[in-house]
């Protein structure tokens, strides 16, 4: 089936070590996500890709980046994690432009902070 | 400027009635598409049903039906015969025809009791 596959689906980090987390997808969607959820909250939109274009949410923390080396995979990097990073991180994929076109979403990487 | 308000925080129903999630939405977007998604407590999102600003008819999906109000800009989730499967949080969401962003609710946390 095709899919949205987000790795690990539990990532333990510690204070100031960067930590990459990875989605692939096999919808060959040319958008791509990038969500951070705290607990009992709403999905809040970090970035997206548009094919290669990146769109950046004005506040967005410095620290979050990400990279799309292709229509696959989309990498989510967070340079020097705070307590205050500890979330789900929930990529998604959609077609573009059409309203009619609903998003994808993978399992999710749920985040700690040590 | 696109917004989705989901008003009830927490919901109960007994098991096998029906029960209603409020959505209103507003855009000055005359073609857009509202979406609803439910994410359990294991955090993946899964979509549930789609309905068009041109679609004539009330979408449904199994148990999952919208009630569709153009005029009042409200697009409610109606979840008939719930089970106890269905305990888990409900986000409304809208995309408009051009853009690639999704404007989230804050979520409905609906406990289905035996």
């Known amino acids: 089936d095709a899919m949205v596959i987000q790795n690990p689906r539990y990532q333990v980090t510690q204070f100031g070590k960067p930590v990459t987390l990875s989605c692939s997808q096999t919808?060959?969607?040319?958008?791509m996500y990038w969500y951070q959820q705290k607990s009992s909250q709403a999905p809040k939109l970090l970035f997206h890709y548009y094919d290669k274009d990146f769109n950046n949410e004005a506040d967005t923390p410095d620290n979050f980046q990400s990279r799309r080396p292709n229509t696959s995979f989309c990498f989510l990097d967070i340079r020097s994690p705070g307590l205050g990073d500890a979330a789900m991180y929930l990529c998604a994929t959609s077609r573009e432009g059409n309203s009619n076109q609903p998003q994808h979403f993978g399992d999710g990487t749920r985040l700690s902070i040590l | 400027a696109q917004k989705i308000t989901q008003t009830q925080p927490g919901m109960f129903v007994q098991e096998k009635e029906a029960v209603t999630l409020d959505c209103t939405y507003d855009t000055s977007d005359p073609s857009y598409g509202l979406f609803w998604y439910k994410q359990p407590s294991s955090g993946e999102m899964i979509f549930l049903i789609y309905q068009g600003s041109y679609d004539q008819q009330n979408a449904t999906e199994g148990r999952y039906s919208l009630n569709f109000q153009k005029a009042r800009k409200s697009a409610n989730l109606v979840i008939s015969a719930s089970q106890l499967g269905d305990s888990a949080m409900y986000f409304c969401a809208m995309r408009v025809s051009h853009g690639n962003q999704f404007y989230f609710g804050t979520g409905t946390s609906l406990t289905v009791i035996p």
């Open positions: 919808l060959n969607h040319n958008v």
